[in-house]
């Protein structure tokens, strides 16, 4: 090995990493992030938070009250909300064995200083929102103390920042388990994953341009393929380092920024630098420690994968298979070790091995279930095989690096098969697909960012305006609408943007043709449904349509109802339809109508973001499409939208009136039959189903050689994935 | 002295170079010709080391070529081997740096020779935006950059209009005059003719004739005849293979 040579490749590259433009980007973002979290609650503070109330069971409350004050403000800060009871008691006799579901006890003292101590005892975490109305009741009364006891008034004292002294209690699961270790847990693990992309993208575009610039050629002429293999995974973990240490020094930038904004109150900074959790920063450090060893292996193995390829997409789309392999290891650590699980033997052997190690360690540490034995262990493996791995993927590497003949053997049928017309044609396609790939990206992640920002501004202010003219649920069916309706036609102004005017017109279709559309939709809507239904009971899966919004029931008032309706089903039947059919489907089915239809209802799926609902949402995706595709009428998809989303809703509307449902039963079924029998006359009419044949296999190539594209396919995945658990926490 | 013996390389059950042996002296112009596909550039990576022999030796200065010897050899590979991304600058720092040169060396003799093809300009200009001559030029500077003893040039003129094929040439010439062996490969007969002193002629792997060119020309007979200049020796001994 020739160490100078290494080191000098070294050298070039990490300059080179960073100075590169991305790289200064990122940190900066990375820099503001870490400011900003730093100085949150400087921040909200500032803003003067709202906060949304939505409670979801009903909450018992008992107040320990040793300040006279503190059982009023409780009271008045949950307002008049039914399912909130409150009760004074006169000591907190709660254990482990005795303490209830659903129950917090909340104890206001004074310590010997005459400061407010407040402690919180629950079996499990407790709802944000309701933890932050006791935060505001603290901070009342620690106001009104601090302003009696300094003699001042009590606006003065409201500017303080910082929070006030909260202990919480939680009886039922180990102290060492709270929700702020599994929120670091899955932030490390979002930083992780964008680590990786970065560097897997990076690796694989540089491996493939030099293998096709036949640049390695010269630099092999240098070094060897091994001391070069090292040179470059080396680099590249050696960037990663960096950057590590600069995310540390941008941390202890926003902490320093947060002790001077609250400079007043020195006494909070030193109590709060002492209650620094060791689990977290042991658990950060291993992470980090890890991450060093998981970005060496990641990037010495898609070096030798991305050594093999033959051009810079394949290259490109060997890291989502990467990717794709880490996501699922994510999955599987974040699901399986969990706080109140215990972590089995088979658990611990597994973690042991590289890579996975990685991710399993370190969150096992985090809910302390790691054992000392087991991270030695892990770690002499990681070490050990480390070099063991790195002999044999050179080896691999120098033989795809230099073997050029798959793409030889390729070019030259290509040539035989295509004319010089033909290859401008497959080129303009090439591109049209790539551009066409780009603009979804590109819509989807403006609509998941809007639908994220409305979805947090919009309820605070929905309430401020409509809070006294129309009831909760009212209010929530009002912002989701809207939130819809913008996020949606933003996306969709994307897509026609990029349009050209012919792909935006529509067809319009004659009433006799529309109505047996209509029908036999209906008839493989409600097959769809019956189908799902009885799938969902076979898993035994709790799936409930509606699990994450606010049901209305039939007892509800006549506006809630009919907002309801227009929220779960006009809404979205006439927006996801203009945007994933009109403006997807529409665009895209030039590159060729199978294509665009398997595209189009892959992100019906995705849009959902829920496992369960995105499945069936294909199928319906696929047979929207198919009937956009015949009659290019968007109104009739739009109408079966809407009578898929309602029906769903009336039946639950109606579940209540045992004689009703029954009743839209056997009407829903009757019309369903109908539907699928036309069907089948039709099929025999027209002699058998007819289908155009088409090639579409290149066509997904080219889609997924757009690294946008790429990413927020992976982004939904990845969120579908975790929404089940973390989605509130988004 | 080059000395290259008995040198073979199969690919699985093909034959891309079989059993052939030379020797290059030093301060001395080679070439290697042949068709597309004769054996040429796999010749070039088994001299420098990229691709092993499957049989055979490579012997420069009667050393083994690796480590420090690597360092003595220029290489321009055929189908160019420059990242596009890159600035000429750039590149020749990267190069140059797995060549263990110092930066101010680099910058130096980097100049000298973008001067020597009159285009300074392309100091700060990205690869990709270069046309195919120019490139050329640069892939002919990266090779020589480092200043190396051997010079390996595979179809340095590929690509070129007359003038740059000039200008390369006259380059050439005044690396010889410095003392430097160059071997270079090229079908265009012309070419070697202007500037070997010896040639291999390499047909499906095998060298099929070789020797001091002014001797083969004088002493190869087509139909009785001598006196023939390369380009009908060529068409006559490959032509005649096919037959």
């Known amino acids: 090995m020739n160490k100078r040579k290494v080191a000098e490749i070294v050298k070039f590259n990490v300059e080179k990493n960073i100075q590169n433009k991305s790289f200064v980007i990122l940190n900066i973002i990375m820099c503001l992030i870490m400011v900003i979290t730093a100085n949150k609650n400087n921040i909200i503070n500032f803003l003067d938070s709202h906060d949304l109330n939505i409670f979801e069971e009903e909450i018992k409350i008992q107040i320990i009250d040793e300040i006279g004050i503190a059982t009023g403000l409780v009271e008045e800060e949950f307002g008049d909300n039914e399912l909130i009871e409150t009760e004074n008691i006169s000591e907190n006799n709660y254990t482990k064995e005795n303490i209830e579901d659903n129950l917090i006890v909340i104890e206001y003292r004074l310590d010997e200083d005459n400061n407010l101590k407040t402690t919180i005892t629950s079996k499990e975490s407790i709802d944000s929102a309701v933890y932050q109305k006791f935060v505001n009741v603290s901070v009342k009364i620690r106001n009104q103390i601090m302003a009696a006891n300094l003699g001042v008034d009590v606006s003065k004292i409201e500017s303080l920042s910082e929070d006030p002294d909260i202990e919480r209690v939680m009886l039922g699961v180990d102290a060492e388990n709270s929700d702020t270790k599994e929120m670091v847990k899955m932030i490390s693990v979002v930083i992780v994953y964008i680590v990786l992309i970065v560097i897997l993208s990076r690796i694989a575009n540089e491996i493939a341009t030099e293998k096709l610039s036949k640049s390695i050629e010269y630099v092999l002429t240098s070094v060897d393929a091994s001391d070069y293999l090292l040179a470059k995974v080396l680099s590249i973990t050696i960037t990663i380092f960096i950057q590590l240490v600069y995310s540390f020094v941008y941390y202890m930038l926003g902490n320093c920024i947060n002790a001077l904004i609250n400079i007043s109150n020195i006494q909070s900074v030193q109590s709060s630098l002492q209650s620094i959790d060791m689990s977290v920063v042991s658990y950060v450090l291993v992470m980090a420690v890890y991450l060093i060893f998981t970005v060496f292996f990641m990037a010495m193995i898609q070096a030798v994968i991305s050594s093999k390829t033959t051009s810079i997409a394949e290259a490109g789309n060997t890291t989502m298979l990467l990717l794709m392999i880490v996501v699922a290891l994510y999955a599987v650590s974040l699901g399986v070790i969990r706080p109140y699980n215990k972590v089995s033997t088979v658990m611990y052997i597994i973690s042991c091995i590289p890579i996975v190690s990685t991710f399993f360690v370190p969150s096992m540490m985090i809910i302390g279930q790691a054992t000392t034995l087991q991270i030695v262990i892990s770690f002499i493996v990681l070490v050990l095989s480390t070099p063991l791995l790195f002999k044999k993927c050179s080896q691999k590497f120098k033989d795809g690096i230099l073997d050029y003949t798959v793409k030889k053997s390729k070019k030259l049928k290509v040539k035989k098969e295509k004319s010089i017309i033909e290859e401008q044609e497959f080129l303009m396609k090439s591109n049209g697909i790539k551009k066409f790939a780009f603009v979804i990206g590109l819509a989807l992640l403006v609509w998941f960012i809007l639908e994220q920002i409305l979805g947090l501004v919009l309820p605070g202010f929905a309430k401020n305006i409509l809070g006294d003219v129309l009831s909760e649920k009212s209010i929530t069916w009002i912002y989701f609408s809207i939130t819809s309706i913008v996020s949606f036609s933003t996306a969709i102004f994307v897509v026609n943007t990029y349009t050209e005017d012919e792909l935006k017109k529509g067809k319009k279709v004659d009433f006799k043709t529309g109505f047996k559309t209509v029908l036999i939709g209906f008839g493989f809507i409600i097959a769809l449904q019956y189908l799902q239904t009885f799938i969902v009971k076979k898993i035994g899966s709790n799936y409930n349509i509606l699990s994450d919004q606010m049901v209305v029931l039939g007892s509800d008032g006549i506006l809630d109802k009919i907002l309801y309706l227009i929220g779960i089903a006009v809404v979205p039947g006439i927006f996801e339809e203009l945007f994933v059919r009109k403006a997807i489907l529409g665009y895209g089915r030039k590159y060729g109508k199978y294509f665009a239809l398997i595209v189009s209802s892959l992100i019906f799926a995705l849009i959902h973001m829920n496992l369960a609902q995105g499945i069936f949402a294909f199928f319906m995706g696929l047979l929207f499409g198919i009937i956009f595709l015949k009659t290019g009428d968007i109104r009739l998809t739009i109408f079966l939208h809407i009578i898929n989303n309602g029906f769903v809703s009336i039946s639950g509307l109606v579940a209540e009136n045992a004689m009703v449902s029954k009743v839209l039963e056997i009407v829903s079924i009757l019309i369903a039959v109908i539907g699928i029998l036309l069907f089948v006359v039709n099929i025999i009419k027209n002699k058998g189903l007819k289908f155009e044949k088409e090639q579409f296999k290149e066509e997904y190539k080219m889609l997924f050689r757009n690294y946008t594209f790429d990413l927020v396919i992976v982004l939904f995945v990845i969120l579908t994935i975790l929404s089940e658990n973390y989605l509130r926490i988004l | ?243």
């Not at chain 2, 070529?65 to 590149?91: C, H, M, N, W």
């Open chain 2, 1 to 243: 002295m080059l000395e290259i013996k008995n040198l073979t390389k199969k690919f699985g059950e093909n034959t891309a170079v079989n059993n052939i042996s030379f020797n290059v002296e030093n301060g001395k112009i080679y070439g290697l010709i042949g068709r597309n596909g004769a054996g040429k550039s796999t010749t070039f990576r088994m001299i420098l080391g990229i691709i092993e022999p499957t049989e055979g030796s490579v012997l420069y200065d009667n050393k083994k070529i690796e480590g420090d010897i690597s360092d003595k050899i220029g290489y321009l590979p055929e189908e160019g081997s420059l990242i596009p991304a890159y600035t000429v600058l750039e590149l020749c720092e990267y190069y140059g740096a797995l060549k263990l040169m110092k930066p101010e060396e680099i910058r130096e003799r980097l100049l000298y020779w973008l001067e020597e093809f009159n285009v300074v300009e392309f100091l700060n200009k990205k690869i990709k935006d270069l046309s195919k001559g120019n490139k050329q030029k640069i892939q002919f500077i990266v090779s020589v950059l480092h200043d190396p003893d051997l010079i390996i040039l595979d179809e340095p003129f590929s690509g070129l209009d007359p003038l740059s094929v000039e200008e390369i040439k006259r380059a050439v010439l005044k690396l010889r005059e410095q003392g430097k062996t160059i071997i270079f490969s090229s079908h265009r007969m012309d070419h070697v003719e202007e500037l070997c002193e010896s040639v291999i002629l390499l047909d499906k792997g095998n060298a099929i004739l070789q020797g001091n060119l002014k001797e083969l020309e004088e002493s190869y007979e087509i139909d009785g005849q001598k006196g023939h200049n390369l380009n009908e020796i060529f068409i006559d001994k490959v032509g005649s293979l096919y037959e």
